[in-house]
Nanobody, 126 residues
Framework: QVQLVESGGGLVQAGGSLRLSCAASGRTFSTYAVAVGWFRQAPGKEREFVAASSWTGSTTLYADSVKGRFTISRDNAKNTAYLQMNSLKPEDTAVYYC?????????????????WGQGTQVTVSS
């Protein structure tokens, strides 16, 4: 079991940047080969895929809505994953969740993720 804690959310103006962090404990990234994903849920909407990284970081996946603006990365030695968000838009406003998958390969499907953090709020003002 891996425990995940997100941080770095906040309020930012449109066009600004934020970097989210996801710290792992328990079954850590340095010990177990698991992919990491970021998802988000806006008010009144279902949770959706944002980005994913394979265990090694060699493969990354992005939702079309964030491609070119967001970058997922990870430092397994520090047991931390990141989501760098640039050129933020009001429609990026959501609670952002970090999740660890049951496999090493990056995947988009929420069902493949077995451990979830509590989420961090990102609000982008226009």
């Amino acid at each position: 079991q891996v425990q995940l804690v997100e941080s770095g959310g906040g309020l930012v103006q449109a066009g600004g940047s934020l970097r989210l962090s996801c710290a792992a404990s328990g079954r850590t990234f340095s010990t177990y080969a698991v992919a990491v994903g970021w998802f988000r849920q806006a008010p009144g909407k279902e949770r959706e895929f944002v980005a994913a990284s394979s265990w090694t970081g060699s493969t990354t996946l992005y939702a079309d809505s964030v491609k070119g603006r967001f970058t997922i990365s990870r430092d397994n030695a520090k047991n931390t994953a990141y989501l760098q968000m640039n050129s933020l838009k009001p429609e990026d406003t959501a609670v952002y969740y970090c999740a660890a998958a049951s496999r090493a390969a990056a995947v988009r499907t929420q069902a493949q993720y077995t451990n979830w953090g509590q989420g961090t709020q990102v609000t982008v003002s226009s």
